[in-house]
C-alpha cells in the first residue's frame, strides 16, 4: 500500500509473525503507524497511536511513530559548541531546538531495503543539514521475530565530529484501539535517578534520586501517580511526565496493563529512556481506532540524556568521525491473564 505526502509516493510496509502480531510502518520518517498484538482474550487491536490516512503525517506535531535525529529532545539556546566552533540550530521550541528541528528525521523519506524478516532504512544527512556538522550516513533496521520482539537498530557514522542522539517516538497505549488513557498502566523501570526540568523543559543538570517520589518506578506504579502528584516537576510536564530517567541493570522497562492483560517489556542498551505521559496531546484528531485526547499514549524514549552538550558530567551524544554510532532497542509483547 501507499500513500502520499506533498506530492511523493509514501511506502508502508507490514511485518506480521506466527502469532498474530502485527507491525506497520512508512519510510516518511520511518513512522510506526499500527502495531496490532492480542490482548489475553486473543482479541487483536492497535496499540499505539496513529493517524488513519498516510497524508495526515505531513504535519505530525506530536511527532507519532518517528524516528527522532539528528538530535532527540532539547538543545537549549538551539546552538552548541563542538571542538571551538559554534553551532546554531533552528529555534523550533520557544528559544530552544527540539527534536532535530522542523526539518528533522522524522520528516525525510527514507530509502528502503527489504530484508529477512524486515525493512533496513537508510538517509544521508548532508554537511550543514538543520545547522549540524558533519555528512552523516544513518541506517535504521526494523525487524519482526516469532518471540514478539519488534527490534529497532540505528547506525550511524559521520565525516566530522557532530551530535547525535537518535529514538523512536511511539506512543503506546495498550488498552487496544484508545479504548481508556494511559494513566491507569503500570511502569516498572530500574532507575534511581531522573534529570530534573527547568520550566523550559530542559535538564538543569541535576539528576536527582527517585527515592520517596512520583519519579521512583523500580517496584511498578501507574502513570496516575504523576499526573496527581503535586510535585513541582510533573507541574511543568503538564501534569505528568516529560522527564528522562538514568538506566540502570540491564536498561529493561516494563509497561502492562491490567485489563486487557497486554505486557510490553523493553530492553535497551541506551543510558536513560525519556517517558513522556502525552500531556500536550490536544482533542479531536481522529486516529486508528479513536480521537485524540491527553495521556491518549505514553512514550518510552530510549535515548542519550538530552542537551547533554551543554552539561559537561552528562554523558555525551557525540559522534566522533572515526566512530560508528549503534544501539539497539527491543519491544516484546506479551499477554498476562486476568484474574
Known amino acids: 500500500m501507499t500513500g502520499n505526502i506533498n506530492g511523493k509516493n509514501i511506502k508502508e510496509f507490514t511485518l506480521k509473525n506466527k502469532n498474530g502480531m502485527e507491525v506497520c510502518f512508512i519510510d516518511y520518517g520511518c513512522i510506526i503507524t499500527k502495531i496490532i498484538v492480542p490482548d489475553c482474550q486473543g482479541n487483536r487491536e492497535n496499540v499505539v497511536l496513529g493517524y488513519g490516512k498516510t497524508d495526515q503525517y505531513a504535519y505530525n506535531p506530536w511527532y507519532l511513530g518517528a524516528v527522532i535525529g539528528r538530535f532527540a529532545g532539547r538543545i537549549g539556546e538551539g546552538s552548541f559548541e563542538l571542538g571551538g566552533k559554534t553551532y546554531t540550530l533552528e529555534r523550533n521550541d520557544g528559544n530552544n531546538h527540539l527534536h532535530g528541528g522542523q526539518a528533522g528525521f522524522d520528516k525525510v523519506i527514507w530509502q528502503s531495503e527489504p530484508i529477512t524478516g524486515g525493512v533496513r532504512f537508510t538517509h544521508e544527512s548532508p554537511d ?34 557532530t551530535l547525535l542522539n537518535l529514538t523512536n517516538h511511539t506512543y503506546f497505549n495498550l488498552s487496544g484501539n484508545i479504548k481508556r488513557d494511559i494513566t491507569g498502566h503500570l511502569l516498572q523501570m530500574d532507575s534511581d535517578r531522573y534529570a530534573e526540568l527547568n520550566d523550559q523543559l530542559l535538564p538543569t543538570g541535576r539528576l536527582q534520586p527517585v527515592e520517596g517520589t512520583v519519579f521512583d518506578f523500580r517496584g511498578g506504579q501507574a502513570i496516575q501517580a504523576g499526573v496527581k502528584a503535586n510535585d513541582s516537576q510533573n507541574e511543568l510536564a503538564g501534569k505528568g511526565y516529560d522527564h528522562p530517567f538514568v538506566l540502570s541493570g540491564d536498561g529493561g522497562i516494563i509497561l502492562s496493563d491490567e485489563e486487557s492483560g497486554r505486557v510490553l517489556s523493553i530492553k535497551t542498551d541506551q543510558e536513560c529512556v525519556v517517558l513522556y505521559s502525552g500531556t500536550q496531546i490536544t482533542d479531536g484528531v481522529l ?53
Open 128 to 161: 550543514g543539514e538543520g545547522g549540524y556538522p558533519g555528512n552523516v550516513k544513518v541506517t535504521v533496521t526494523y525487524t519482526l521475530n516469532s518471540e514478539n520482539e519488534f527490534i529497532i537498530q540505528y547506525e550511524a557514522v559521520s565525516d566530522q565530529p
Open 287 to 339: 486516529l486508528n481506532g479513536g480521537e485524540s485526547r491527553k495521556y491518549a499514549g505514553l512514550c518510552l524514549e530510549t535515548q542519550g540524556l538530552p542537551d547533554s552538550i551543554h552539561h559537561p558530567h552528562f554523558p555525551q551524544s557525540i559522534l566522533e568521525n572515526d566512530k560508528k554510532y549503534q544501539s539497539t532497542t527491543i519491544y516484546r509483547f506479551s499477554t498476562r491473564k486476568g484474574e
